[in-house]
């Protein structure tokens, strides 16, 4: 796997040799892909079968067993377990923060690319969130932190959706800027000639055409929110710890309960699992408008 | 429009305000934390100033050495692979029809998932005494090993995952761009009896240069910023074999508490990092402008 040509070549060798069919090829291509996909959802597996394991069976290595819900039971109802509540700061936090970042990333994007801001004005916005968004969110934590408390904002959800909404405002100034330049212009000046006011224009012309980019950018700043962990490492204790705060403690404790931890991995997976599932076109549209561009 | 003056700025001024709120006030702050030392005393932050003397610490500092240092190597011998082999992989299967849906599922599902849990995963799958690997190993009639123990085989255990954990996405991204090359350039080459490996080299490498540097610009900022999937695996032992710069500002500045120093070295990562955006943006202007 050293070099392109060494895989190809081969294959067309063969072909030309035995003539392969293209139904063939297309078999081939097929277990090639398989395979990949194999080894890309084999970890999934092996964490969801651990977590129906009991901590024996997990130990011991063993392939079959008989299938345990402790692991669940222990990390849902356990009065030690703070799973169920991390889990509903996790919705809480990355809901709100998801709902702020469209709103201010969509009348951005709409007021730089639609309402005659000098080019300097998008240069350096736009600009200046591409050096932030480079940068690891943990340098400016510590910032974050103090500020916070000084203003006594740490420690509760207000300070974590702020720093959210921050963190992800970048990525989704780019994709709704991305999306908000479908708008035709020649509709706006249209709109404004009649003399609507820019919320009218927003709600009836603007709204219609980028709903859809304001589902791809949601779903995905919501997914962002809902993994990001330096930050909330900094900013929460105990009362407003998230999903991925709950997973690294049980990681840190002198004996991991393995099978609790591979339980609630499963469960945290859940989420995103189902966004997938469910409304993959968005995740894909988002993935390539805004990631990539 | 006069009336429209007021709605162009109610429409961008909250983004411009959340900006300068968190992230221009809180970089201004680390500046100036970055030339005192702060002590605690009853509770109270108690700055002193000693100029320079944070920045001066930092070549001397052998903890930020090794993250520099094992980033680096972490990112880019990581991103290669990633690249490489997504690259592969697309070429090999491209012109797929079926299952297109099933496959992407697939190769997505993994970057939605957060990092720490793919760093919890990896752990258990590491296990010297269960995990997966190990029994894998076993089987085949080798030695265990101690991946995430052994400092020579820590970091490599740390870039396997990642490479897991990116391929996919690499590969779709570089999929798609290979799907998007017109098919008369490839015909018109057969026709010339171009070989496989002359189409390669001389129409698939160049054509796809641009999905090519997307992806590796995409990847390495992610690569320089990666904290999760190493706090949970190994926190940056042992020693300092899995030491990574954002661990290394995260261990001075919040577990250690020297706030100045730690704010120092932050000011010194966006510095680099600033620099390097600015001048890759140079570089690629003259080219922008034409294309």
């Known amino acids: 796997m050293t070099h392109a040509a060494d895989t190809q070549a081969p294959l067309a060798a063969s072909r030309r040799r035995f003539s392969l069919s293209e139904g063939q090829v ?17 970890p999934f597996f092996w964490i969801v079968s651990a977590a129906f394991k009991t901590q024996i069976d997990l130990l011991m ?3 079959l067993f008989e299938p345990n819900l402790d692991g669940f039971i222990n990390v849902i109802f356990d009065k030690t377990s703070d799973f169920l509540r991390n889990f509903g700061n996790s919705m809480v936090i990355g809901a709100v923060s998801t709902f702020l970042v469209l709103v201010i990333a969509t009348l951005a994007a709409f007021s730089l690319y639609r309402l005659q801001w000098p080019g300097w004005v998008l240069h350096s916005l736009l600009g200046w969130s591409v050096i932030f968004h480079m940068v690891p969110p943990i340098t400016l934590a510590g910032a974050w ?13 207000s300070g974590i959706i702020l720093a959210h909404t921050t963190l992800h405002l970048p990525m989704a100034l780019w994709m709704m800027g991305v999306f908000v330049r479908d708008v035709p212009k020649e509709l706006v000046e249209a709109a404004q000639i009649d003399g609507a006011k820019v919320p009218r224009i927003l709600w009836h012309v603007v709204l219609p055409i980028v709903r859809p980019g304001l589902a791809a950018t949601g779903i995905l700043t919501f997914i962002f929110s809902w993994n990001e962990f330096p930050v909330v490492l900094v900013l929460s204790q105990r009362q407003t710890a998230t999903v991925p705060l709950g997973i690294g403690k049980y990681a840190q404790e002198n004996t991991i309960a393995f099978t609790e931890m591979a339980a609630a991995s499963t469960l945290s997976i859940l989420p995103a699992f189902l966004l997938l599932l469910f409304a993959q076109r968005f995740i894909v549209r988002g993935l390539t408008s805004g990631a990539v561009k | 429009m006069k009336s429209d003056t007021f709605w162009r700025h109610a429409t961008l001024w909250p983004a411009l305000v959340l900006f300068a709120l968190l992230t221009i006030l809180p970089l201004l702050k680390l500046l100036a934390l970055s030339f005192h030392d702060v002590e605690w005393v009853n509770r109270e932050a108690v700055w002193e100033w000693v100029g320079l003397a944070n920045y001066a610490r930092l070549p001397q500092d052998n903890l930020l050495r090794a993250g520099a240092l094992n980033t680096l190597i972490f990112a880019v011998v990581a991103v290669a692979l990633q690249m490489l082999i997504g690259f592969i992989l697309a070429l090999l299967t491209t012109r797929v029809v079926r299952g297109r849906v099933f496959y992407r599922t697939v190769f997505i599902l993994p970057i939605l998932v957060p990092g720490i849990i793919i760093g919890a995963i990896w752990k258990l799958m590491y296990s010297y005494d269960f995990g997966v690997l190990n029994s894998l190993l076993l089987w085949l009639g080798l030695a ?57 080299r001389h129409i698939t490498l160049p054509l796809m240069l641009p999905t090519i540097a997307v992806t590796f610009v995409f990847r390495m900022i992610l690569a320089f910023k990666v904290f999760d999937e190493i706090y949970l695996l190994t926190g940056g032992g042992p020693g300092t074999s899995t030491e990574v710069i954002s661990f290394t500002i995260y261990r001075r500045f919040f577990t250690e508490d020297q706030t100045g120093y730690g704010a120092a070295m932050s000011i010194a990562v966006i510095a680099v990092i600033a620099a390097g955006i600015i001048a890759a943006t140079r570089a690629t202007a003259g080219k922008g402008a034409k294309a």
């Open chain 1, 26 to 42: 297309s078999v081939i291509r097929h277990l090639v892909l398989m395979s990949f996909a194999l080894v890309v959802l084999f």
């Open chain 2, 144 to 200: 265990p090993q101690d991946w995430l123990g052994d400092p020579d085989l820590a970091l490599l255990s740390v870039i396997i995952v990642d490479v897991w954990h990116w391929t996919p996405f690499c590969f779709l991204l570089l999929l798609a761009g290979l799907e998007s090359l017109p098919d008369d350039i490839f015909e018109a080459a057969k026709i010339d009896g171009a070989t496989r490996w002359q189409q390669l």
């Open chain 1, 145 to 157: 932190y103090s500020m916070f408390r000084s203003v006594g904002l740490d420690n509760t959800y």
């Open chain 1, 61 to 63: 290595g063993h392939i």
